[in-house]
């Protein structure tokens, strides 16, 4: 599969791809996907009459300034709609490529546009998934004895985050002030989080949601789910320690979700699939997944601060490492009646491997602040300075292309 419009072998972005996202042209939010350098303008061409064979029976799909009428059609649209854009941009296919006119329409560099929230967010949930994360969160916060909690083994432990302060790449975050008790034997303080700290996760979209009163099975589950971005679910330590019992995380947590621009789909991400972890507890049946119900993701995290031109990588981990998958996430927050809508954000909980460079959040890479991080301009980290750039990315990748989802990149200020 090759297309006529140029691009190298390392791009995120190759034919196979086809994310979908919202950029801003002209002044005017637009339904785009990326090729290469290029975003190609979705509602142009739907103008042109480059969809009609969907249109005809589902109406228009692109000319909104958000994708979730075009996720609330389902997987078979969304398929269709790719295919029709894979052979619209093949190399050997003349008719847009022929047609310079058209082209100047739909097709724009990346650097002259910019890229917006894609969706309208209903809901945000945010999993607890990797085993070896809640491992270490636990041990830290309650002891080794009691790190991971019994339930942990039998259920994709999540909470209800907030989706009023999802935000996209390229978004500054304001470090959060709140209550924390750094001395147990004194009063509580108020003031700046003094333990800011990032979260490397991925999260998917719901396409087609369900009724309330109705669940999602594990077997069903991949066709109500669209695709993917990267998720930096921000944490301020010091709150969450604080506030945490009895009910959860809550102003640690909502202050700040950051989400990569564009969404790749799950049929992009076919190629890449791969066998989860072996369950230690025999799971319930309707937790029970068939053949290969992951991806391998390769991610990175990077931290620059001000006084650096480059970022350092402090960790590099892999989405297949987490114990509970997408399938599980969506029939496990649907096993008991609750209604998903399309555009609900699930989020995969901080995805931690084995070694400690694979650790997922500074809390885990520098052990509570007692293993500092030093970064290559000799200055030290514990959590996340005022001025650091945080920089997730996240791609597959097999000998002839890779699928990747962009970055998110954000700038803590003061
Ligand atoms: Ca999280």
Redesign the pocket.
Known sequence: MKSFIEYGKVTNFPLQNIPFGVCEINGERRICTALGSYVIDLKMLEELGYFDEIMNKNGKLFSYGVLNHFLSLGRVISRTARKILQELFDEKNPLLRDNAEHREKCIHHMNNVKMLMPILIGDYT?FYSSREHATNVGEMFRGKENALMPNWLHLPIAYHGRSSSIIMSGKEVRRPKGQTRPDPDKPPVFGPCRQLDF?L?MGFFVGTGNPLGESISVDEAEEHIFGMVIVN?WSARDIQSWEYQPLGPFLAKNFATSISPWIVTLDALEPFRTEGPKFEKELLPYLHTKGNPTFDIKLEVGIKSEKMTEPAIVCRSNYKNLYYNMRQHLAHHTVNGCNTRPGDLM?S??ISGSTKDSRGSMLELTWRGTEPLTLPTGEERKFIEDGDTVIMSAYCENKEYRIGFGEVKTKIIP
Request: charged share 55%; glycine share 14%.
């Open positions: 945010d979260e996760e679910d989020a909980g901080t």
